[in-house]
């Protein structure tokens, strides 16, 4: 397996945008995690999937972001519109539960929005 | 909110130990605590876990108190390329809504030549 792919590895865009970013989960995965990372932040949780079914969305930011998970092998990140304080790198895990424990991230996109 | 607490910074000698310590002095029954580390512009890497139990792998090594309100994660021979943030991070195993994996601050350990 290829392990989690994350596309674009990076995005610059104007203010008022929308972005979206991709993401494929490892094959047989049963949960998928989104996260962004800055530096004055660190590391946060935005919304995870069990089974394609958002489980918990607290970490979302405002409304201006959504997640969708429509199969198994494809989830996406909306922000729409974009601002510069987006600006950060997206980070998307997947693991399952039933088997290995740990979550296994992607490469990250990162954004910069001007 | 992170359950744990880890010291910002640590350094240590290329070719010694590097032992990173941990506090979850709140960790339930059912969670077990788990080790991340992040190399500069990667995503974070699974290390090792644990429940309550010393553990080893072939990265490293856990060692859990008997209380389970610490932790310490050795790399019993670190090299620059260990050089990266740590992360001690407690989850509950059991799957659905408890399953999020949230990082907290974690300790940045440079390992020097």
């Known amino acids: 397996d290829a392990g989690v792919i994350q596309s674009p590895r990076h995005e610059v865009t104007e203010m008022g945008q929308e972005v979206t970013l991709r993401c494929k989960p490892i094959?047989?995965?049963?949960?998928l995690f989104w996260y962004r990372q800055t530096m004055m932040r660190g590391l946060e949780l935005l919304i995870y999937?069990?089974?394609?079914?958002?489980?918990?969305d607290s970490g979302m930011p405002e409304d201006r972001f959504s997640a969708k998970m429509p199969n198994a092998s494809f989830s996406t990140l909306k922000i729409q519109p974009s601002e510069p304080r987006d600006s950060a790198v997206y980070f998307c895990a997947s693991s399952s539960w039933q088997g290995a424990p740990e979550a296994f991230f992607g490469q990250g996109t990162r954004l910069t929005v001007v | 909110d992170a359950k744990t607490t880890q010291p910002p910074s640590m350094d240590c000698a290329e070719g010694r130990a590097a032992n990173l310590p941990c506090n979850h002095s709140?960790?339930?029954?059912?969670?077990?605590v788990y080790w991340y580390r992040q190399i500069h512009s990667q995503g974070p890497q699974y290390i090792i876990h644990?429940?309550?139990n010393n553990e080893t792998n072939e990265m490293a090594s856990l060692i859990i108190t008997e209380d389970r309100k610490s932790s310490t994660l050795i790399l019993p021979h670190a090299t620059l390329r260990d050089t990266a943030v740590y992360y001690c991070i407690v989850r509950a195993n059991s799957g659905g809504s408890n399953y999020k994996l949230t990082f907290g601050k974690g300790t940045l350990l440079t390992v020097n030549p």
């Open positions: 094959s047989g995965h049963d949960y």
């Open positions: 999937f069990n089974n394609n079914v958002p489980i918990d």
């Open positions: 644990g429940l309550k």
């Open positions: 709140t960790i339930s029954g059912n969670e077990y």
